[in-house]
T-cell receptor, first 109, second 114 residues
């Protein structure tokens, strides 16, 4: 099953775009990349997912490289409420999400 | 139906006592998952159900843990003879299954064993 690697922590200024990288070099052709975030003491919240094409929704954009070995989550205009742990996850062949430790994103005023 | 509901939100129990948590998934979701999360770590898979059938259990799920999902609706997770190491957030999630469907998580039950 594919694994992901993410930086442990990142800072971003309020109002700027936050770009969170993720490596998934062993991903298989039919495995989706999912992004969740978790604000302190709450359950994880779904953000976005994709297979090959770039995706955008009201929360974020997901950019997947052509070889699918890495992706970037973009929060276009970060606010203080976006401070959270962001998880990049590959859904395995049994439709299960295997979680790493995520990236702690701190938005600074 | 507004999402996945978990009860209680918090539980403090003495070591050796039994505890039971409940999860009510989104009604049309046929898959239900239990995870455990300790401070600073991502969620760890415990078990999942496809309708009422428990299809997989993690090695983390010792004999003291049991989960049920009668009639494929709500689910319960029971921990017998609790230990201090069981202190964690217990998360429930549900999904439609399939790789193009994400999970919806509940707010979790935080267990503290004293």
């Amino acid at each position: 099953d594919a694994k992901t690697t993410q930086p442990t922590s990142m800072d971003c200024a309020e109002g700027r775009a936050a770009n969170l990288p993720c490596n998934h070099s062993t991903i298989s052709g039919n495995e989706y990349v999912y992004w969740y975030r978790q604000i302190h003491s709450q359950g994880p919240q779904y953000i976005i997912h994709g297979l090959k094409n770039n995706e955008t929704n009201e929360m974020a954009s997901l950019i997947i490289t052509e070889d699918r070995k890495s992706s970037t989550l973009i929060l276009p205009h970060a606010t203080l409420r976006d401070t959270a742990v962001y998880y990049c996850i590959v859904m395995d062949s049994n439709y299960q999400l295997i979680w790493g430790a995520g990236t702690k994103l701190i938005i600074k005023p | 139906d507004t999402g996945v509901s978990q009860n209680p939100r918090h539980k403090i129990t003495k070591r050796g006592q039994n505890v039971t948590f409940r999860c009510d998934p989104i009604s049309e979701h046929n898959r239900l998952y239990w995870y455990r999360q300790t401070l600073g770590q991502g969620p760890e898979f415990l078990t999942y159900f496809q309708n009422e059938a428990q299809l997989e259990k993690s090695r983390l799920l010792s004999d003291r843990f049991s989960a049920e999902r009668p009639k494929g609706s709500f689910s319960t997770l029971e921990i017998q003879r609790t230990e201090q190491g069981d202190s964690a957030m217990y998360l429930c999630a549900s999904s439609l299954g399939g790789s193009d469907y994400g999970y919806t998580f509940g707010s979790g039950t935080r267990l503290t064993v004293v």
